[in-house]
């Protein structure tokens, strides 16, 4: 069925769409019968050709002054601002993330808007003092040029704009490859961008593509030297492969990968507290972040009492219809509902699992229910205790509502066990214990840590990225993504008429090296 919302997407490059190969519905997980759009996937000639306008359009728009690009930025954040709930009514409907969470998302647009869009105010170099007499030492934040952003479908407005808004504001144009699962939201929030900034056309192109299109495309455009950045969020597996294609071309992308985010309870915690972080970091987005919980380590004192109140919790949750009020909606779309399953298997039989698990069916209630479980794609949270070092539900991201939880004795042992499977998202303890914090902060492989907070929902203005497994150390967000999206280019100005060389015609005064008081 199709409703009379569906709309029809395309990709848009150079500013006309572009019909593709084939049309592929995109769904409601919330409701499977609701044809929310039809998506019209381009091959890999449609990405490179996209490539190709961006290059074209970027010169004149690094030629327009950075404080103009700064106000387009204020434009599409007020733009944003004032279409937020029909966008988060489409967030909700084609990806299933409840209102308030999708709503919340939107606002991080805003908030990413309010931070850039002085920055074209700023946006600043150096003047740096010259060894020589007569010679002066500048800095500046080049543009590098044509930008590729591959962002995955769970947050699909508020990441992509981490990379977008920064983008733009330093003078690069940009090819999108959005989530296939998130291709509506994908086209609206492409419109509000070219509409609220006036963007000339192919400043910013949207390709609707799969997976194997986009890497076709990618290596084409890339060896074809179109291309001068990638900026991907998604699976480690695929952060791999990006970062050995981008390395080829020597480049360095801009990856922010998978996590299996650590939450500590020491003794001292409030384990009230601890509960509440881990219930919505473990289930808010049905436990699809990319800083979702994956391990509850637990002081072996406090064990059983964090696991009775946290299992209370998770049996009390809200899990249905995410336009209502509930912590949980459906997954994403069927391939994570189908990977969940997978993950479910990993259970092994020395893991204690409280409740009820797999889909949430007629057979298989969930108490509460919100709504009709029949309509979508409903899985039960899963509280997995007793998991160890090696097992894959330790070891491994499970992208979805299931969290681990194991003991430790001593704060060294935890932070060993929180490093041991690689990543290094994000993080948190739970202590009143100074030391315990910053014992944890130092020694965390993680690149965000939270203290007594949830390792999910980092604000927009702290560098955001991971190490290891999460990443390559690159950071978004703040001031600290400008260096994604710029090259510093060093000019030195000599105005003495002769050729002064550095390190050689310095003049050097001389000490008294000899002299006592
Ligand atoms: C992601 O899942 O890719 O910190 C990003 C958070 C959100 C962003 C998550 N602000 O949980």
Known sequence: MTTPRARQVTSIVGGSPVTGVRTVASTNPANLEEVVGEVSFADAATFVGAAEAAKKAQESWAAVPAPVRGRAIAHIGRLVEDNAEALARLVTAEIGKPYGEALGEVREIVDTCDFFLGEGRRLYGQTVPSEMPDKQLFTFRQPVGVVVVITAGNFPVAV????????????????????????VVSAAFHEL?????????????????????????????????LIDKVGFTGSSAVGKEIGALTGRNLQTACLELGGKNPLVVTPTADLDLAVEGALFSGFGTAGQRCTSLGTVIVHESVHDEFLGRFNAAVAAAKIGDPTREVLMGPMLDQKFADRYEEYLDWIQPHQKVQA???????????????????????????????????????????????????TYRALAEAIELANAPGYGLSSSIYTTDPKDAFTFRTKISAGMVSINNSTSGAEAHLPFGGNGKSGNGSRQSGVWVLDQFTRWQSVNWDYSGRLQKAQMDVAELTPDTTFRL
């Open 160 to 183: 992509p704009s981490w990379y977008i808004v920064p983008a733009l504001l330093a003078g690069n144009a940009i090819v999108w490859k959005p989530a296939e699962y998130s291709a």
């Open 356 to 406: 009820a698990r797999g889909r949430i069916t007629a057979d298989n209630p969930r108490a509460g229910f919100v709504g009709d479980p029949a309509a979508g794609l409903y899985y039960h949270p899963g509280v997995v205790d007793g998991v160890r070092v090696g097992d894959r539900l330790f070891m491994e991201e499970t992208f979805g509502p299931i969290v681990g939880v194991t």
């Open 193 to 225: 961008f070219v509409r609220g900034g006036g963007l000339p056309d192919g400043v910013f192109n949207v390709v609707h593509a799969d997976g194997a299109a986009t890497f076709e495309g990618l290596e084409k455009a890339l060896d074809a030297r």
